[in-house]
Structures are given as C-alpha cells and as structure tokens.
C-alpha cells in the first residue's frame, strides 16, 4: 500500500525514514476491519502517542512565547489550540482529508471531513513523526503549523470570568472532547429577548444558562457546569 501522491509541501518536507510509519498514521479503524490482509494495523496507537506529544510541544512553545504568563494564562491558551476543533482545521488547511484510508462505508459517510478523524489522524501523524526522529522533529513541525495561531495570542488578556475557556480546559484534560453549545430557546421582544443555551459533552447535556446574549447565556451554561464538578 502506498500513500497518496497528492500530499502537502507541509507533510512532504516531514520526510520519514520510516514511511510505514506515517503509512500508519492514515489508516483509520474502518479501513483496517475492511482490509487486515493489507495493513498491519490502524491508527490509534499512533493516535494515543501523538496526542500526549502535542500537549507536551505545544506547552514548550507557549512558554518561549509567554515566559511571563501564569500556569493557568498558559493553560487556557493550550486548550484554544490543542482540541478537536483546532486540529480538524489545521487538518483541513493540509488536505489531510485526501490522505486518510476509510472503509467503503465511513468513506461514504463523509468520514474525510468529519472533526474527530480529522484531529485524531493528525494526532497520529504527530505520534508517527515522533517515534521516527524524535522530539525535535515533531517542534519543527508543530512550531510551524501552529506559529499564526500562538502569535495571534499575542495580546488577548486573560480572564478568569471567562468560563467557557476554563470549562473547555477542564473537559480537554479529562477527555478528547470539545464542549459545544446549542441554543435551546428564545423568548421576549427584540430589544429585550432572554436566550437560553445548553453545553454538552459528547452530546450529554451538562448544565444550561440564561443570558440576554447568546454569549451572555453560554458563560452561564459553563459556569454552571463547572459548579457541577468543581
């Protein structure tokens, strides 16, 4: 099995004295269950690495870039670039979609644009490029994919009232998952509406809030959820 010839400058400059490894790296659980007499296996190993490598350079880049900053400033500013929405997205930007083997069926289900297989084949190609040459390799990479995202940080002030960044670090340290928030309704006259929102967690409703902005009320939601375990 070979790997797609169409690949990124990005990807194509990674250079691996092991391609199997990054062979690896694409090879989602679909396509494996369809097709063991082809690959060895799929990517969650890589996947599970990877994900630990990325925390650990993304934490060494912001604190050349922030050496002032507290743990928590730190730890929040991590948590806006190491999820699952960030990582499909930068996914996206490298056409890692084109590159990832499914099976027939996730294939057919749009599995290439879908979020979590996304970032998670990302995170296995970090984890591939990490057992292939190391920790230096694996910062080169990152320090350029991620290098508009950490600058851009440059400048946004801390706040420990905003509570949708702290609930987002807390479920992004127990677990892969993004909160996300949903308007569940809206009531009273334009100039003077109430909106009320829920968070969820692997579509699990943790806690709602009512606010006179969305915004307002999506503060409140992850407040109240981080009541809930705190």
Do not use: W
Not at 11 to 38: G, M, T, W, Y
Not at 142 to 165: C, M, P, W
Not at 211 to 220: D, F, T, V
Request: with cysteine.
């Amino acid at each position: 099995m070979s790997i797609d010839t169409n690949i990124t400058a990005t990807l194509e400059a990674l250079q691996f004295s092991n391609p199997k490894l990054l062979e690896q790296a694409l090879i989602h659980k679909s396509f494996f269950i369809e097709n063991r007499d082809l690959c060895e296996g799929d990517n969650e190993k890589l996947e599970f690495l990877g994900d630990a490598v990325l925390d650990l350079v993304v934490s060494d880049l912001l604190l050349k870039k922030f050496p002032l900053d507290a743990e928590g400033d730190l730890s929040q500013k991590r948590a806006s670039l190491v999820n699952e929405s960030t990582l499909a997205l930068i996914s996206l930007e490298l056409d890692i979609g084109k590159l990832i083997k499914l099976g027939r069926g996730e294939r057919t289900a749009g599995g290439d644009k879908k979020p979590r297989i996304l970032a998670s084949t990302l995170e296995a190609i970090v984890g591939a490029l990490f057992l292939d040459s190391g920790y230096s390799s694996a910062l080169k990479f990152l320090a350029e994919i991620f290098h508009d995202r950490i600058n851009s940080l440059v400048g946004v002030a801390s706040n420990q009232d905003d509570y949708k960044t702290r609930y987002q670090e807390l479920v992004q340290r127990t677990s892969k998952s993004t909160p996300l928030y949903d308007l569940i309704s809206e009531s009273g006259p334009d100039h003077d509406k109430l909106f009320v929102v829920g968070v969820k967690v692997d579509g699990v409703l943790m806690a709602e809030g009512l606010g006179r902005s969305k915004k307002m009320a999506e503060q409140l939601a992850a407040k109240k959820a981080l009541e809930e375990v705190t």
